[in-house]
């Protein structure tokens, strides 16, 4: 006797599953609206104690030891800069190892993976809703902090949004990883707490990574995240790059198929002995 | 009649003894709990040292190459060690943080599970289930600001120049006004359901207004003024001065009568709040809804 599937997936049921995992989010989002006040405020208030140490470290409003660093005394600018690339950072990490999570303390992941859509699919499909949240309220962060703190963006808009695309792509790949292993964990939150913490500081979220100590340079080097968010800076706010602007651009799009072919090798096979070890809906 | 009698009265028996050992088999639960999971160990570890490390990295960025941008701040500061007087305010920072999300959603993490309805049912002083929440909390706490000082003393050669125990008097002198604010979110929690982003409104407040990396003088006078009513404020001035200024326990004394009179206040408040709900919950029949 021959097994026959019931479900026919096509490219069109795909979306559309996509489009029903995005807009269920959508919904609970906008059902907790003070998530979304926090969204905005929470950004300004990381990067308010750096203002004003900022200040200790300023003589007449100047700091001229950063600018040695980076090209720029315009701290707050740079860190703004890198405060906006680190919200979408952090929307794929938490949108797709953290939604798992959800999933299976909610008890439904077990469920939902029997569905026939790719796995991948309802990885991804979990952050959509929250790239573009992340798009709105990083725009009016983006706003309240130029008012408070001042925003200076001087060079090329363009461009520096054309890069961040590689960047955050490449970054699914990340994402899939760390969704394997949290297949494998269970409890996420430390795990993504601290790896995005670690790969967001050590490529220069807040400060130029030339002053990092000697040792550890060479670890900022060897994450793609860095060339980054130098070249978006460099693009946006003309600072001084750690190497030339196009080739930190070719580094991103070569960053980005490595990590997508490797991130979804790893989640498939992590996934594949989930299911062998029958532990999927253990948490 | 007497069987029926017997349906009705209560076939617990609560005393002394029985509270105690509903406190015990709660701080029991919280402990296999939290050594369910493996990567609290990696927390432990890390965390002391990375969030402290992204405050420090930024000020080397601002002291500049030649370390012009540090002389000003041990100006303005009075501070001989910058990284010391960073990593006290952001260990008060954590630990308020820390508080928040584990004592304050303790019971909605109850609520989430479905247990607390059942819980709620049992005949146990039901303050216990924040209080048993407490004693696993607080010692893990002090492993962690202990591991905090070995790791900063170590790795970046961070040495005391005043008193460990006075900074260890400070720390319990505070813990009344940390939990008792852990406490009043814990009710507030329960009540509003999702609650993270007061969360993130509190713990801000003592982010921005504490002065965890700079002194709370560079604020404009109106956040001064704010700064003078949150305790941890008092916690940081009096552990900076304790650790690295070599303060007395009378120069100690104005932040210690603030830290307790808030431990009252805060006390009260958590308590109160928690009778509030409790009452709400019973004649709303809401305890167990998500």
């Known amino acids: 006797m021959q097994t026959k599937l019931l479900s026919r997936p096509t490219f069109a049921t795909q979306l559309r599953a996509l489009f029903v995992i995005a807009r269920k989010d959508w919904k609970v989002f906008w059902r907790y609206p003070l998530n979304a006040i926090s969204n905005v405020f929470q950004p300004i208030i990381w990067v308010t104690p750096i203002y004003f140490m900022g200040k200790a470290f300023s003589t007449n409003g100047q700091a001229t030891g950063f600018a040695a660093y980076s090209g720029t005394g315009d701290y707050m600018s740079f860190i703004l800069v890198g405060t906006v690339l680190s919200n979408f950072i952090l929307t794929v990490f938490w949108g797709m190892g953290n939604a798992l999570k959800e999933d299976m303390d909610a008890g ?22 929250s790239l573009l949240t992340t798009a709105i309220t990083s725009l009016v962060m983006l706003v309240i902090a130029a008012a408070l703190f001042g925003f200076r963006p001087t060079g090329n808009t363009v461009a520096a949004f ?35 913490f670690l790969v967001q500081g050590l490529s ?25 968010f130098d070249a978006v800076r460099g693009w946006l706010l003309q600072t001084s790059t750690l190497l030339p602007l196009r080739t930190e651009v070719l580094l991103l799009i070569v960053f980005m198929f490595v990590t997508l072919w490797l991130g979804a090798w790893v989640f498939y096979r992590v996934e594949r002995r989930v299911r062998t070890l029958g532990t999927l809906g253990q948490h | ?63 500049g190459p030649d370390g012009s941008g540090l002389a000003v701040f041990t100006k303005t500061t009075g501070a001989t060690d910058f990284i010391g007087y960073i990593v006290i305010g952001t260990t008060v920072w954590m630990w308020q943080n820390i508080v928040l999300w584990d004592v304050g959603f303790s019971l909605r993490n109850e609520q989430m599970r479905g247990t607390l309805e059942s819980n709620w049912l049992s005949p146990t002083w039901r303050f216990s289930y924040l209080l048993g929440h407490t004693g696993p909390q607080i010692i893990s706490m002090a492993m962690f600001v202990l591991i905090t000082a070995v790791e900063f003393g170590l790795l970046f050669g961070v040495k005391l120049h005043g008193s460990i125990w006075l900074a260890a008097l400070v720390m319990i002198f505070s813990i009344p006004a ?72 009378t120069d100690l004394w104005p932040d210690l009568k603030a830290l307790i009179l808030f431990g009252i206040f805060w006390l009260t408040i958590g308590y109160l709040l928690f009778t509030w709900m409790e009452r709400r919950a019973r004649q709303s029949g809401a305890i167990g809804q998500y």
């Open chain 2, 1 to 63: 009649m007497r069987s029926e009698m017997s349906i009705f009265s209560s076939l617990g028996k609560p005393g002394i003894l029985s509270e105690i050992q509903a406190f015990i088999a709660i701080t029991r639960r919280e402990w296999t709990i939290f050594r369910r999971y493996p990567s609290w160990i990696i927390a432990l570890l890390i965390w002391p040292l990375i969030f402290p490390m992204m405050y420090i990295l930024t000020g080397r960025a601002l002291s």
């Open chain 1, 204 to 228: 220069g979220a807040n400060f130029p990574v030339r002053s990092l100590p000697y040792w550890l340079i060479p670890i900022s080097l060897m994450l793609p995240l860095t060339y980054g």
């Open chain 2, 178 to 249: 940390v939990y008792g604010l852990g406490f009043a979110f814990a009710s507030l929690v329960i009540t509003l359901k999702e609650a993270s982003a007061f969360v993130f409104l509190v713990r801000g407040l003592v982010m921005i207004f504490c002065g965890i990396t700079f002194p709370i003088s560079l604020l404009p006078g109106w956040m001064q003024s704010v700064a003078t009513w949150l305790p941890q404020t008092y916690m940081i001035h009096a552990m900076r001065a304790a650790a690295f200024e070599n303060a007395s326990l």
């Open chain 1, 162 to 196: 054309l890069t961040t695309i590689p960047m955050l792509l490449g970054l699914y790949g990340f994402g899939f990883a760390f969704a394997a292993i949290v297949l494998i964990m269970r409890d996420a939150n430390t795990m993504i707490d601290v790896s995005s």
């Open chain 1, 108 to 129: 439904v992941l077990e469920s939902n993976w029997l569905t026939p859509v790719s796995r991948l699919l309802i990885l991804v499909g979990r952050t959509l809703t």
